[in-house]
T-cell receptor
């Protein structure tokens, strides 16, 4: 039982390049989330999904797209990376119902130069 | 609007001292609150949730609806408590989906 995994762990992009971050969970959770973590800003929700085939915008969705084609995977895409997207990205998942614990991945450190 | 405020960014104490990490919230509904912790080089993990009314690693947190607070307390801090602590509020959208709203976090350092 690996829990929540993220690929890659580190990445350096040049401005304008694109990339996809992959999140996978093996806990059969309905909910999946993408956050970014920046110093002094805490965790901010980018996009989330309440089930396979569904996605919704979070607090800071601009510049990102997501897809949830399979229940266990949640992809975060950057079509044209900008230096402002330099951050640590965390994926999380949780099961349905109130007050469920969110399980986090190890994070992806992205630098855009 | 839903909001979580952690008024202090940094707290440094000596081992054995009491600690209190403050958290205030703003929410129109019935609040469900959590504390998450991130130890160095580890992923975020749930520390405790108010509905469980539990004590984890010596930490407790009481929901005070009158003061809209959910402060995290420990009577005697240990060096291994050094970490980033995030207070979070469960927000139920109009569509019925669930999201966590996080505070900006607080770094606790416990010195020997």
């Amino acid at each position: 039982n690996a829990g929540v995994t993220q690929t890659p762990k580190f990445r350096v992009l040049k401005t304008g390049q694109s990339m996809t971050l992959l999140c996978a969970q093996d806990m059969n959770h309905e909910y999946m989330y993408w956050y970014r973590q920046d110093p002094g800003m805490g965790l901010r929700l980018i996009h989330y999904s309440v089930g396979e085939g569904t996605t919704a915008k979070g607090e800071v969705p601009d510049g990102y797209n997501v897809s949830r084609l399979k229940k266990q995977n949640f992809l975060l895409g950057l079509e044209s990376a900008a230096p402002s997207q330099t951050s640590v990205y965390f994926c999380a998942s949780s099961s349905l119902g109130l007050a469920r614990e969110q399980y986090f991945g190890p994070g992806t450190r992205l630098t855009v130069t | 609007a839903q909001r979580v405020t952690q008024p202090e960014k940094l707290l440094s104490v000596f081992k054995g001292a009491p600690v209190e990490l403050k958290c205030n919230y703003s929410y129109s509904g019935s609040p469900e609150l959590f504390w998450y912790v991130q130890y160095s080089r580890q992923r975020l993990q749930l520390l405790l949730r108010h509905i469980s009314r539990e004590s984890i690693k010596g930490f407790t947190a009481d929901l005070n609806k009158g003061e809209t607070s959910f402060h995290l307390k420990k009577p005697f801090a240990q060096e291994e408590d050094s970490a980033m602590y995030y207070c979070a509020l469960l927000h139920i959208t109009q569509g019925g989906s669930e999201k966590l709203v996080f505070g900006k976090g607080m770094k606790l350092t416990v010195n020997p």
